[in-house]
C-alpha cells in the first residue's frame, strides 16, 4: 500500500473515531447508559479505510456505508430493514396512498416473498392470491436473495403492464405461474366490518 494510501486511511480512521466518539459523548449526554462500542467501531473504520483504498475497483463510499446499515438492521430478525430516503418514500407510497402495481401486503420468509393479504378488489385478489402463498419468481428474477423493497420494484410498474409471478402454494405443493396486469392500487388505513 502506498505511504498517501496509508495516511488517507489513517485519516478516515481518525475522522471516523472522532466522530464516533462525538456520537458516543451525544448519547450518554442524552442519558443513554450504554455508550457506543468503541472498539468494534474502530474496527468497522480500519476495515472501512481498507476496502476504500484497497479493493481492486473503486468503491463509492456512501453505497458502502449504506450498504453496511442495511446489513446491521437485517441481521436483527426477518422484518427489520433499512430504508434510505429515496427506498422509504417508495415503500410509504404503499402504505399511505396510491400506487401501480398488483395489490398484496407482503411479508418475507426463508428468503421469499409471502402473500400475507391480497387487498381485496385488487389485480393478485382477482387472480386468486391467497394468504401464505410464496412468490418465488417476478417475471424471469428468482425471488431468493432479493431485499423485499428490490422484490416490491420488480412487482410495481405503469398501469395496464402485465407481470409474471411464479407462486408456491405450501398447502397444495405445487408451483404455478400467474399473470397479472398492474393497476392503480388505492390502500386504505383502516378497515372493518360489522
Known sequence: MSHKL?????????????????????????????????????QLAQVFGMVKSDYVEPVDEKKLIQDAIGGMVASLDPHSQYFDKKSFKEFKEGTTGRFVGVGIEISQEDGLVKVVSPIEGSPA????????????????????????????????????????????????????????????????????KV
Do not use: C, H
Not at 464516533?20 to 467501531?41: K, N, Y
Not at 409471478?165 to 390502500?187: A, C, G, M, Q
Open 125 to 192: 385478489f382477482r387472480a386468486g392470491l391467497k394468504p401464505n402463498d410464496l412468490i418465488t419468481k417476478i417475471d424471469d428474477t428468482a425471488v431468493k436473495g432479493l431485499s423485499l423493497n428490490e422484490a416490491v420494484k420488480k412487482m410495481r410498474g405503469e398501469p395496464n403492464t402485465k407481470v409474471m409471478l411464479t407462486i408456491y402454494r405450501k398447502d397444495e405443493n405445487r408451483s404455478f405461474p400467474v399473470t397479472i396486469n398492474r393497476e392503480e392500487i388505492k390502500t386504505q388505513s383502516v378497515k372493518g
Open 6 to 42: 496509508k495516511i488517507a486511511g489513517w485519516v478516515t480512521v481518525g475522522a471516523l473515531a472522532g466522530a464516533l466518539t462525538t456520537v458516543s459523548l451525544q448519547t450518554v449526554a442524552r442519558g443513554a447508559l450504554a455508550p457506543l462500542p468503541l472498539e468494534e467501531m474502530q
